[in-house]
Nanobody, 120 residues
Framework: QVQLVESGGGLVQAGGSLRLSCAAS????????MGWYRQAPGKQRELVAV???????NYADSVKGRFTISSDNAKNSVYLQMNNLKPEDTAVYYC??????????????WGQGTQVTVSS
């Protein structure tokens, strides 16, 4: 079973920065996409940023210009650089790695979640 380990969360004041990291224990198939999601109390999980195997990226409107996603497929890792953090960024952040199989299916694995708290 693939295990995703996250790190880099913490407490930071508004305007500060954090860098989240996520590494998969192994790669069972080629990687289709890597991304970051977050969930705040009482809210649904939302997409923060995603990077596909074709190197295209997509960001939530709320984080555009502040967050940057990057990946290293050789290391089965994905990162999220978060700058100019705001209190509304406070949430549990989850990394996601989607593998593509030769059978036209995909398999998703999730990290355990890391808490990001931004104080005003």
């Amino acid at each position: 079973q693939v295990q995703l380990v996250e790190s880099g969360g913490g407490l930071v004041q508004a305007g500060g920065s954090l860098r989240l990291s996520c590494a998969a224990s192994q790669s069972i198939f080629s990687i289709d996409a890597m991304g970051w999601y977050r969930q705040a109390p009482g809210k649904q999980r939302e997409l923060v940023a995603v990077r596909t195997s074709g190197d295209s990226t997509n960001y939530a409107d709320s984080v555009k210009g502040r967050f940057t996603i990057s990946s290293d497929n050789a290391k089965n890792s994905v990162y999220l650089q978060m700058n100019n953090l705001k209190p509304e960024d406070t949430a549990v952040y989850y990394c996601n790695v989607r593998f593509k199989s030769p059978y036209y299916t995909t398999v998703d694995y999730w990290g355990q979640g890391t808490q990001v708290t931004v104080s005003s």
